[in-house]
C-alpha cells in the first residue's frame, strides 16, 4: 500500500463513560470524519450491547485499542463544546471511589436526563428486498404507509394498525426481510424559542420610519402595525432597540395578513431567539437586607474562621436569621468573581427561600431541583457551564453541575438526612462531596444548622472546622414555650378525644379563635394507617415486602411504601368476611380528618409525599398558608423545618416517643434534630410560640435536653455512648446489604462476606448477618453486614477494594450468583 498519508494518521480512540453500572470506560473508535472533532468532556451516541444506544461521555482521548473486545464506532458526536468539564470527571470518579460505585453512574446522575438522547425504534423498507410474492394483503399495504412515511416509529405504526401490539407483525416483516429496523435518535432537550420582528435596517430611524408611515398612506392595516411598531420604540433609540426586535406576540390583535405582506415586502424581518424558561427580575424591585448587631458579628465571625479554616460549622438557632446571613456571604463572594452554590436539603424549603433570594439576586441565581422540567434543568445546567448562573440554588444533585471556580458553599439545615441519596448508586452525601470539590476548588463551605448534626459538631469541637455560634433569635422573636402532654396520664383521667390530648383541643380551638396559626407534625415512620379486622385481627399486608399497608383514606386504597402496590381497599375482611373494618394508627391524612370532624369551620391543609406530587403544589401550599387564610398546616417532616410564617403561634408534636425509641444508634439524635426544628416554626416573629408535645414517656432524657434548648449537653452526654460503641462519628459505617428472592440464599451470602470481613478487619467490626428492619422488599429477602471503621486508623481506600474483591468473589459462586449486593458507605 502506497498510500502512506492515510495510514499514518492514528485511529484515535475514546474511552466513553456510559450511564450503566460498568466498573470502567468503554473504549469507542472516532469514525475518521469525526477524528479531530472528538473532545473530551462532549457528548457521543454509542451502540452498546445487542440492540441498545447510549448517551456518554468522552473521558479521554488516545491511540490504544482495548486488549479484551474490538472496538465499535462512535455514531454520533452531538457536540461542538464539551458539556461536561475535566473538574466533573475528576469529581465523578472520587465519588465513584468513595461511595464504591461506578463513574458512569455519578456521571448519569449528575446530567438532567434532558441531556441524555432517548432511543426509539423506527422501521424503514430493506431497499434490498425483492421478494414481493411473500406479503400477505395487509403486510403490502403496511409497506406503503412505510415508503410514503420514509420511516415509522412502532407507535406510528400501533396507531395506523389500531392495535397496541405490533411487534409480532414487525418481526414477521423482518424476517421476510422485508423491513430493516433502526433506532432512531432524538435529544429530548428542547430550548424555547420566541419569535421576533423588526424593521429593515432601512427603516430603523426617526425619520426614515416617519416615511414610511407616509408611504403606506391608504392601507391603514399595515400603517397600523408599522405604528404600533414604532411606538413601541423610545424615539432616541430606534436603531439599538429595533436590532433586538419586539416579541411578535405583541401584534396578534392586528391584521396578520398586513403582518405577512410586510415581511414579504421586506418592511419587517422576522427572527426567532432562543430564550430562558425563567422569568426575569428587575433591578428596581431588588430588597438590600441589613444584619441586626448579632448577625453582623456571626457574619464577621464566619469570615473571620473562613482564614483559618477550609470548613466553618455555623451552629444558629432557628429563627437567628441565617437566610440573612448567608445572602450577606453570598454578596461578598459573588462580588469577588467566583461562583456560589446553596444547597437545601428539599424542595418544600425552596420555595420560601428562593422567593427571599430572588429579590436580592435576580436573574443571576440559577435553581436546580427536581419538580423542575427537564428542560429547565438543562437551561441551568448549561448557564452554569456558560457562566450565566454564578449562583445556584439547589438539592442535593446540584453538586455535580459544572462549577469550575467555586467561592462558597453553602449547606444549609447541614444535618438533614435527605443529603445522603438512598437509592439507587451512587449513594452519596451531598454535604459530604460539597467539602471535597470546594477543597479542590480552594473554596469555603458554611455548613448551617439549629441542630448540627454530631458529626459536624465533633469536626469543630476537634479544631478541623471552624464554629460561629448565635444563640439569639432576630428581632424580638423569642424562643417558644413548652407543654409536654403525658399521654398516659391524660388517657386515664379520660382526658382524651380522637388521639388529642384535652388541654391541646383547648389550646388549639383559642388559636383559631384568635385568628393565629397551628402546625401540627406527624412523623410518617410507624404511623401510617392500616387496615385490621376486628374480628379475626386481619391486617393488610403487601404481598412483596414484609410490612403492612398503609390505608389511604381519600383515595381509599391500600398502598405499599416500599414497592409502590396498590389496591382498593377492601369492604370486607378478605379472610373471615366480616364487615368491621377498621383503620388503625395516625397519619397526617386520619389527624386532618379528625381534626375537620372537631372544628368543622377552620381551614385546614396538608402537606406530606401524597399532596405535593404536582410541580408546583409545594408552592400553593406553603402560599396558601403564609396568605393566613389557613387554620391548621397537618404534615410530615416537610414542614418540620426551614419554613418561616409570621403567624404560627401553636405547634403540637405527635407521637414523638416513635422518634425516640426507633431501633438505630442515631434515633436520639434525630428525635432531638426533628422536635427542636418544629418547634423552631412558633413563634418566629412579635406572637410568641407554644409547643405541645404529647408522648407516653414525658421524662424521656431527650425531651429535657429540647425543652432547655440544650444542644451542647445532650451532644456532650450522646457523644459519650456513641463513642463507648464506637460509632459515628468515631467511626465510619459501611452497610453491605444482599438481596435475593430466597431467604437463605441472601442469609448465607451475607454470612459468607460477615465471615470473611471478620477474618481480615476482626469480629469487633464487623456486624451480622442481620435481617433489614423491613425484611422483605420486591419479594427480594434483605439481609444486612455492618463494618464499623475507625476514623484515622486504617487505610480506608485499601479496605474498601477487599470488600468490593470479596462481593466480586461470592458473585462468581454458582448458589450466590444471583445476589445482589447493595453497599452504601457512610450509611445515616
Ligand atoms: N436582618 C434582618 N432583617 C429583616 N428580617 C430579618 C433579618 N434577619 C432575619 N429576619 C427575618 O426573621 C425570620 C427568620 O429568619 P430565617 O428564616 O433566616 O431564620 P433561620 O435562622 O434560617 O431559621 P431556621 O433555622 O428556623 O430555618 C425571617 O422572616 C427573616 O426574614
Ligand atoms: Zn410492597
Redesign the pocket.
Known sequence: MQSGELFNSETIFTDVLLPVPIPQAFTYRAPRHLSEQVQVGSRVIVPFGKNRVLTGIISKIHGTPPEKYKAKYIAELMDDEPVVTPEQLWLFQWVADYYMCHPGEVMNMALPSGMKVNSESRIQLNPDFESEELLEDFEKEILKVVEEKESLSYADLSKYLEESSVNKVIKKLIDKGAILVYEEVKERYSPKKVKKLRLAAKYANQSAALALIDELEGKTKQQEVILKFIGLLPPDKIREKNLHGLDKAFFKELSASSLKTLIKNEVLEEFEITVSRFEKYDADEMAT????EP?QNASDQIMEAFAEQQVVLFH?I???????IYIDLIDKVLSSGSQVLLMLPEIALTTQIVS?LQKVFGDKMGVYHSKFSDNERVEVYMGVLKGNYQFVVGVRSSILLPFTNLGLVIADEEHETSYKQFDPAPRYHARDVAIMLAHRQHAKVLLGS?TPSFESYWQAKNGKYGLVELHQR??KATLPAFEVIDMKEERKAERVNKGFSQSFLEALEANIKRKEQTIIFQNRRGYAPYMNCEECNWIGQCHQCAVSLTHHMYENTLVCHYCGYKETAPKVCPVCESTKLKSVGVGTEKIEEDLQELFPEARILRMDLDTTRSKNAYQNIISEFAEGDVDILVGTQMIS??L?FDNVSLVAVFNADKMIYFPDFRAAERAFQMITQVS?RAG?KEKPGTVFIQTGGPDHSVLKYVLENDFIGFYDKEIHEREGFNYPPFSRVISITTKHIMRNVSHQAAGKLAAVLKKYLGPQRVLGPEKALVERVRNQYLFEVWVKLEKDKLNMKAVKAYIAEQITEINTEKEFKSVRFVVNVDVV
Not at 289 to 292: A, G, P, R, V, Y
Not at 318 to 324: A, L, M, Q, R, V
Open positions: 437586607i441589613t444584619l441586626t448577625q444558629g432557628t429563627g437567628s436569621g441565617k437566610t440573612e427571599r439549629a432576630f428581632g423545618k426551614g418561616d423552631g418566629r
